[in-house]
């Protein structure tokens, strides 16, 4: 019997591989939608393939990508100059990998005409790198946002929103002059659109006169924080927490139950309304935090917004974005009657010359094809019925891209 | 406190809930030899359920055991119905359970969305206690410390020490010589089995009340569990603790020291063992 043993694990190390490999193409099932998926698509049909994640710390990612295509479709219809829009959703994990595996299927054998997509930075960067290779293929970014995606000289890569850097912009000083923290401790995720979203900050914090005393990059997916919390020093005033979805929820109910005192810095999504409409107890740590990015908190108070809500009633960064990105891509394709010309070029043409005015601001694009865009600080507080929810501190309209790329810093960025 | 020990305590805290998870395995896979990769399904399901119940009745001891029985039941019904008849095959075993894993995730992902969610704790746990040391640790921590303690042991003694116990270990060893004596094994394996699936669950809970529960947690869980079971030595409890303590150890001072590679020290660690010690710490030499 013993020498089963051996056997056995054989077989487990084979399972594991086969769970590893199967769970990395699980998504290429769930989301087919349309039926231009395996086929090139007819004259009668714009096929659109979209990347989200669907597992992992940013999961939800998939369902607010189809909240917001759906919103736009039902608003505007989906059949433009007689042609019908067709989706192909693929499911993602955030990581390059998958997003790789996934953008190439969508291209290589569904044969989708335009990309919409994908959520996270290094996805991001990993798409962005495919573009350059198929240029016959136009490309809408979802929601990701390292700065350097729309430095890569792709033509046929579109950016309708800001970059993670552009997203802290004002933050820094608000945390240095407003608040009167002077000495800051950081805790982020290790991959590129952490760097970037602290970068603004903490380049601005800096300048201001603050100081970084040290930084914590953990890797995507923690759910202890324990250590990490013990980690910041005890004469720091404020801690900057560049984390998102599930692990932002982690770090802010660990902070509660580990007694952290320090009023908290969020990077642009550590304090989405998914973070803040959990069940976990994040009360204590969550009220006062301040950040910077492309959702507004209450109060602030438009037409294009108050439509936009009643359209998606409770928007995250990722269905405002890919709200954004889509009704941009939607409104380019209308504005050539659906047609894409001659190697896309009479659809890339109209999306250079967008100018609408988005639930968050008017959205024009620069040289790079990146976003022109609005950008907001706000604050959590205690909502009336006892919700947490985000206040608006200040808008900035037209905000443009810096070219400065981060990467992993320990003290304040040159 | 010196902040290696406090390391060090949040190290073994994170052990043990990897000890409860892999002691549900440790009972199927290392004691049975039935590879389920559907441990993880377990886990995550468990802690969905829990989350469920305790939301709903605002009583958390109630989730957890609702938690145990759901997913006990379930497990009752894949071995019966799914994988007994082919108890022997151990790839086919692997692959039934693959496809319940699979099958498992996305209807979880239907059921309860991407969202991340956590598993309601009585407030008095959510406070800080004041250690021998003077220093104040949450103790939530603390009581899932205990808690897998006294699992541990209680099952120690079950398996080592009860007629149950080793009617267990003869049934594993020899089945054909132990029906022989009048043991039903079929009824023994089907019982370890819901046992294991079971404590799984009850993991889930345990852990969702201090981690969120989401979608991949199943695979991380399953992985996490396998490393702590060959890594301690298969079929053995002292090896799963001794397992489970390393693997929390490791990532929480690979967080201190290396964080960027925290992640992968823990798979290190089973490199390294396996490589000096291919039965696993405590296992019995194949």
């Excluded at chain 1, 910077?292 to 405002?320: A, K, R």
């Excluded at chain 2, 046992?195 to 969702?208: C, D, R, T």
């Excluded at chain 2, 079971?229 to 020291?257: C, K």
């Excluded at chain 2, 063992?273 to 696993?280: I, S, T």
Aim: glycine share 14%; hydrophobic share 45%; proline share 3%.
């Amino acid at each position: 019997m013993k020498l089963r043993n051996s056997r056995v694990i054989t077989a487990a190390a084979i399972g594991s591989v086969l769970l590893l490999s199967l769970a990395a193409c699980r998504g290429s099932d769930t989301g087919s939608e349309g039926g231009g998926g395996g086929e090139a698509a007819g004259d009668d049909t714009i096929t659109i393939g979209v990347l989200a994640t669907d597992t992992g710390n940013l999961a939800f990612g998939m369902d607010a990508a189809k909240e917001a295509i759906n919103a736009v479709l039902k608003a505007e219809g989906d059949t433009i100059g007689g042609k019908k829009l067709e989706f192909v959703y693929e499911g993602t994990d955030g990581t390059s990998s998958s997003a790789q595996t996934k953008v190439k299927k969508l291209v290589e054998n569904d044969g989708v005409d335009i990309v919409l997509g994908p959520v996270s930075g290094d996805e991001g960067e990993t798409v962005t790198q495919y573009a350059l290779t198929v240029p016959d293929v136009t490309f809408v970014n979802g929601s990701a946002s390292p700065v350097s995606q729309t430095l890569e000289g792709a033509t046929n890569f579109f950016r309708f929103h800001g970059d993670s850097a552009m997203w802290m912009g004002g933050v820094g000083d608000y945390a240095y002059n407003e608040k009167g923290y002077k000495k800051i401790y950081g805790v982020a995720e290790d991959y590129s659109f952490p760097y970037d979203n602290a970068g603004g900050f903490f380049s601005e914090f800096c300048a201001a006169g603050g100081d970084l005393t040290g930084f914590s990059w953990v890797p995507v997916g923690t759910t202890d924080y324990a250590t990490i919390i013990s980690q910041i020093p005890r004469d720091v005033d404020a801690v900057y927490v560049g984390l998102g979805g599930a692990d932002a929820a982690s770090f802010l109910s660990q902070a509660v139950t580990n007694g952290l005192t320090k009023p908290l810095v969020g990077g642009s999504i550590a304090v989405d309304p998914t973070a803040l409409g959990g069940d976990a107890n994040i009360r204590d740590a969550a009220i006062g935090t301040i950040t910077g990015g492309p959702v507004p908190g209450s109060g602030y108070d438009t037409p294009e917004w108050n439509q936009f809500l009643t359209e998606i009633p409770t928007p995250n960064i990722f269905s405002l974005l890919y709200y954004n990105s889509f009704k941009s891509l939607y409104l380019g394709l209308k504005a050539t009657d659906g047609e894409l010309g001659d190697g896309q070029e009479t659809l890339r043409d109209a999306l250079k010359s967008l100018d609408w005015d988005s639930p968050t601001g008017n959205i024009t694009l620069d040289k790079n094809n990146q976003g022109i865009v609005d950008n907001f600080i706000t604050e959590v507080q205690a909502n009336d019925d006892g919700t947490l929810g985000t206040v608006t501190i200040s808008e900035d309209k037209g905000v443009k891209q810096g070219t400065t790329v981060y990467d992993r810093f320990e003290s304040c960025p040159s | 406190m010196d902040q290696f020990l406090l390391v060090a305590l949040n190290g073994l805290t994170l052990g043990s809930i990897y000890f409860l998870v892999a002691s549900g395995l440790t009972l199927i896979f290392g004691l049975m030899r039935v590879i389920t990769m559907a441990h993880g399904t377990s886990y995550l399901l468990g802690g969905y359920i829990g989350y469920s119940i305790a939301r709903a009745s605002g009583n958390w001891l109630l989730g957890a055991l609702g938690a145990a029985v759901a997913v006990g039941l379930l497990g009752l019904f894949i071995h019966q119905v799914l994988i007994r008849r082919f108890q022997d095959d151990d790839l086919r075993v692997a692959l039934i359970t693959l496809g319940v894993s699979l099958i498992g995730t996305d209807l979880m992902f239907a059921a309860f969305g991407g969202t991340a969610t956590q598993v309601p704790i009585p407030a008095e746990w959510q406070t800080a206690l004041t250690l021998p040391s003077g220093d104040r640790y949450p103790a939530i921590r603390l009581i899932i410390l205990v808690l897998a303690v006294v699992i541990g042991v209680v099952m120690w003694l079950v398996i080592n020490r009860t007629r149950a116990g080793s009617i267990v270990r003869a049934g594993v060893d020899d089945s054909a010589m132990t029906s022989a004596t009048g043991v039903n094994v079929r009824v023994v394996f089907a019982v370890v089995f819901v046992v294991g699936s079971a404590l799984a669950a009850f993991a889930g809970v345990v852990g969702g009340s201090l981690f969120p529960l989401l979608p991949g947690q199943d695979g991380t869980y399953l992985l996490f569990s396998l490393v702590v079971v060959i890594v301690g030595g298969m079929g053995s409890i002292p090896g799963a603790a001794i397992g489970a303590a390393l693997v929390g150890l490791v990532s929480q001072f690979g967080l201190v020291f290396a964080p960027t590679y925290a992640t992968v020290l823990t798979f290190a660690l089973m490199v390294f063992v396996l490589a000096f010690r291919p039965q696993g710490i405590l296992g019995r030499a194949v």
